[in-house]
C-alpha cells in the first residue's frame, strides 16, 4: 500500500483558504487519493476522493498532481468549526477497500 | 437510516476477561472495517470483511477476533483483555471498495 506524507500540524484564519498538501510519491495507477477528517476523536467524516482529475464538492476541493505523486485539499473558506485532524490516505478499491491512516495534519483555524 | 451503530459506547474490563464489540449497519453494504485509535495516534485497521462470511486480517489483528455472518453485523471479539487494548475501537462500512466509507461513534475501552 502506497505511503502518504503530511504536515504534522498546520494555521489558518477564519476565513481564508486552508491549503493541506499530502505527498504519495510511491501511489499506482489504480489507487485513489481520499481525504477524511476527524474533530474531537470522534468517528472520522469523510470529505472528498479523487483518482486523476481535480474534485470539488460542497466541501472541499481537491487538486491532484498530473504525476499523481502529490495532492493539496482546499477548504476554501476555513470557519473555526473546521479545527480538526485532516487525513490523506490512498486507497485500491480491489484490496478489501483498505483505509490506512497515517499521522494525519492538526489544522487550527484561529480568529 | 441509523448509519453505523457501535455499542456500548464505554467500557471498563478487567485483565483477562473477554467482551464483545457490536457494529451494525443498516445501509446494506457489503464492506465492513475495525479499527482501534490509541491517544494522539492515528486508526490503526484490525480486521476488515468485503461480504458476509468473509473477513481478513488489517495492520493490527493479534489478540482480536471477528465474524461477518450477515451483511449488517460486524462483531469484534476480545478474548483475553490486556491493558495494551486500551483505546477507542471505531467500525466503519462502505457499499464498494472505492465508495465513501461511513465510520460509527467509536467505543472507549479500558483494560484494568
Known amino acids: 500500500d502506497a505511503k502518504t506524507t503530511q504536515p504534522t500540524s498546520m494555521d489558518c484564519a477564519e476565513g481564508r483558504a486552508a491549503n493541506l498538501p499530502c505527498n504519495h510519491s510511491?501511489?499506482?495507477?489504480?489507487?485513489?487519493v481520499y481525504w477524511y477528517r476527524q474533530i474531537h476523536s470522534q468517528g472520522p467524516q469523510y470529505i472528498i476522493h479523487g483518482l486523476k482529475n481535480n474534485e470539488t464538492n460542497e466541501m472541499a476541493s481537491l487538486i491532484i498532481t498530473e504525476d499523481r505523486k502529490s495532492s493539496t485539499l482546499i477548504l476554501p473558506h476555513a470557519t473555526l468549526r473546521d479545527t480538526a485532524v485532516y487525513y490523506c490516505i490512498v486507497r485500491v478499491a480491489r484490496r478489501g477497500g483498505k483505509l490506512i491512516f497515517g499521522q494525519g495534519t492538526e489544522l487550527s483555524v484561529k480568529p | 437510516n441509523a448509519g453505523v451503530t457501535q455499542t456500548p459506547k464505554f467500557r471498563i474490563l478487567k485483565i483477562g476477561q473477554s467482551m464483545t464489540l457490536q457494529c451494525t449497519q443498516d445501509?446494506?453494504?457489503?464492506?465492513m472495517y475495525w479499527y482501534r485509535q490509541d491517544p494522539g495516534m492515528g486508526l490503526k485497521l484490525i480486521y476488515y470483511s468485503v461480504g458476509a462470511g468473509i473477513t481478513d486480517k488489517g495492520e493490527v489483528p493479534n489478540g482480536y477476533n471477528v465474524s461477518r455472518s450477515t451483511t449488517e453485523d460486524f462483531p469484534l471479539r476480545l478474548e483475553l483483555a490486556a491493558p495494551s487494548q486500551t483505546s477507542v475501537y471505531f467500525c466503519?462500512?462502505?457499499?464498494?471498495?472505492?465508495?465513501?466509507?461511513?465510520f460509527g461513534q467509536g467505543t472507549r475501552l479500558t483494560v484494568v
Open positions: 445501509m446494506n453494504h457489503n464492506y
Open positions: 466503519a462500512s462502505s457499499l464498494t471498495g472505492d465508495s465513501e466509507a461511513f
Open positions: 510511491t501511489i499506482s495507477g489504480n489507487e485513489y
